[in-house]
C-alpha cells in the first residue's frame, strides 16, 4: 500500500521561498507519475507539478512555471518542492499524490483536466502573506 508524508509547509513573505518534502513507500513499479496538487479555500483542487518516474521528467502548471522545482532523490524515495516567488495566490493545501497512470497525471498538471489519484498524502498548509 503506497504511503505518503509530506513536510515543510509554513508560512512565508510574498518573495520567499519554502521547500516541500514527500517521503513516498509502500511501492515498486517503476512506471508511475508523482507530485503535488494543491487547494485554495473554494476553490478546486490543482496539480501543480509532477515527476515521471521512469524517465524523470519534470511537468509543471502554468501557474507555478518558472518559480517551482520538482526534483527526487531515489536513495531517499522522496520528491521535493522547492517554491521560489511566492505569491499570496500560493496560499493552499499542498498535497503530495501519486498514480500509476503518468500520462493522465501529467495532463492533469500541465492541462488542468480532472482525474482521480490513487494516493494522496494528508497536506500541509503553505501560507504566503505579509
Known amino acids: 500500500q503506497v504511503h505518503l508524508v509530506e513536510s515543510g509547509g509554513g508560512l512565508v513573505q510574498p518573495g520567499g521561498s519554502l521547500r516541500l518534502s514527500c517521503y513516498a513507500s509502500?511501492?515498486?513499479?517503476?512506471?508511475?507519475?508523482i507530485g503535488w496538487f494543491r487547494q485554495a479555500p473554494g476553490k478546486e483542487r490543482e496539480g501543480v507539478a509532477c515527476i515521471s518516474a521512469h524517465d524523470g521528467r519534470a511537468f509543471y502548471a502554468g501557474s507555478v512555471k518558472g518559480r517551482f522545482t520538482i526534483s527526487r532523490d531515489n536513495a531517499k524515495n522522496t520528491v521535493y518542492l522547492q517554491m521560489n516567488s511566492l505569491k499570496p495566490e500560493d496560499t493552499a493545501v499542498y498535497y503530495c499524490a501519486l498514480d500509476v497512470n503518468a500520462p493522465k497525471y501529467i495532463r492533469a498538471v500541465v492541462a488542468g483536466t480532472p482525474m482521480a489519484i490513487g494516493s494522496w498524502g494528508q497536506g500541509t498548509q503553505v501560507t504566503v502573506s505579509s
Open positions: 509502500g511501492f515498486t513499479s517503476d512506471y508511475y507519475a
